[in-house]
């Protein structure tokens, strides 16, 4: 709770995630990361959504020693206390970080939203992610940057108890 609605007067960094306590892995995970062709992370909240996923034992075991391509879709918006100032290549930078292993390619979007919707996530203190070319080259990760964003507004289903994302 602390990470995805953090206390807006404090400005701290995450250091590292820890699962406690720490099970076993599903048997149909392993299965599952074995037969891919592709391993695909995000888009969605970097440290409450994607990264969690890796702190299951064996889980970024099993995705390093897969042949799957393995394929960051980078996020269009940050998420306050989560990736404030993040560029794309820090989601990179950190998705491999935590899985300790490469990624294959980044799918980067590089349209800015309608301004519209810039305010609605300037509220939230999110910004848009800025692609930096030269940053991206750094990370030696095959890149593919274009639009990326739909066009189509997904309606709220009344029955989700989560704030969700505006853009996709």
Known sequence: HNI?????????RIKDLKLKPNGPV????????KKADAIIFGP?????????NLLVKGVKE????????KI???????????????GADD??????????GKIDLVLVNNKKPDGNL????????????EVDMKALAKTKVEAIVQDLISEKVIERNPADKLK?????
């Open 164 to 168: 969700r994302s505006i853009l996709r």
């Open 72 to 86: 960051l879709v980078a996020n269009i918006m940050t998420k306050f206390g989560q990736t404030d100032g993040f």
């Open 44 to 52: 969605g909240d970097l440290y409450t959504s994607t990264l969690p």
């Open 91 to 100: 989601f990179v930078k950190i998705l491999e970080q935590h899985l300790k």
């Open 62 to 69: 099993a995705i390093n020693k897969s042949k799957a391509k």
């Open 4 to 12: 995805d609605e953090p206390n807006p007067n404090f400005r701290l």
């Open 26 to 33: 599903n048997l149909a995970v392993i299965a599952a990361i």
């Open 118 to 129: 810039v305010k609605k996530y300037k509220q939230e203190k999110a910004k848009f992610i």
